[in-house]
């Protein structure tokens, strides 16, 4: 059993207790799960005996929200399906006992960055008033701005952080790849240090709830999110070395979301590499 914090995205197919089991399989120390199919709007609920041996787990497992879900979006059905599917999230992450959900921010669809940000604290505040005895947070990710997404600068978040009525119920997840995409420079001790002090006037370190670690099969700046190998994209080993060193990270989870295959093999192979660089 790892108790190093590092692990990978792990599925939950047949289960959401058999993440737990391919997460040992392969020395995971921490594990990121979605909560159900991550292409639906709603999921079966779990089985009593699926939440037992859930809650049996040695190792911190935090969840992913899916990907339909855009709490800025214009269409008012397609927001409320958004909302209502983030309630359910929360809830089954109550019942897990998972202490956070990493989601991306939202895509302003064309209403501009401003209303945008505003329509996701809207959104979150009523997630939050429909969950509020529930300890799960919303871990805000750092995003690579393709499209009209919202969270490619801190300043985003640290919008939504301000404007929420609960600002409590938020945390961060930064993602290396998408900072990256973002025009973060991380590969240099300095760009690294910069991101690091915006991070922590805008936000707080404390905030960070997690980190994904993956490389960037696009340049610096390019505002696309093509996840690579650790080391084998634009960011290279360096870039991960400041993190993984960096004091301020201990005790926060961090994982692979880089390509695999059924016999994980990939993920062995960037975790070996993880484990080495720190
Ligand atoms: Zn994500
Ligand atoms: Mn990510
Ligand atoms: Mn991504």
Redesign the pocket.
């Known amino acids: 059993m790892n108790s190093d914090l590092l692990g990978a995205h792990m599925s939950i197919a047949g289960g959401v207790d058999r993440s737990l089991e391919r997460g040992a399989s392969i020395g995971c120390g921490a594990i990121q799960i979605f909560l159900k199919n991550n292409m639906q709007w709603s999921g079966k609920p779990y089985s009593a005996g699926e939440v037992a041996r859930f809650r049996e787990r040695t190792v911190p497992v935090f969840a ?1 929200s899916t ?1 339909l879900i855009n709490l800025a979006a214009t269409n008012p059905v397609f927001l409320r399906r958004s909302i209502a599917s983030l309630v359910d999230e929360v809830k089954r992450a109550a019942q897990l006992g998972v202490p956070f959900i ?3 921010p939202g895509s302003h669809m064309g209403a501009g960055e401003e209303a945008g940000l505003r329509r996701v604290a809207q959104s979150l505040d009523a997630v939050f008033a429909k969950t509020s005895k529930l300890p799960v947070q919303i871990a805000l ?1 750092t ?1 690579a701005g393709q499209g009209t997404n919202l969270g490619y600068r801190l300043e985003h978040l640290a919008e939504i952080f301000s404007s929420v009525k609960q600002p409590d119920r938020l945390a961060v ?1 930064v ?1 290396t790849c ?1 900072v990256f995409a973002a025009g973060y420079d991380i590969r240099t001790a300095a760009g690294y240090r910069k991101l690091v002090r915006e991070l922590d006037r805008l936000i707080g370190c404390e905030r960070v709830a997690a980190f ?1 670690l993956n490389d960037s099969k696009t340049p610096l700046g390019s505002r696309v999110d093509r996840h690579e190998h650790i080391g084998k994209g634009h960011i290279g080993l360096a870039g991960f070395q400041h993190v993984l060193r960096d004091r301020r990270w201990r005790g926060v989870p961090m994982v692979l ?1 880089t390509p695999k295959s059924d016999d994980l093999h990939e993920d062995v192979e960037n975790l070996r590499i993880l484990r080495e660089l720190r």
């Open positions: 992913h990907y990493v989601m991306h990710e995003t997840c993602d998408h994904h979301e």
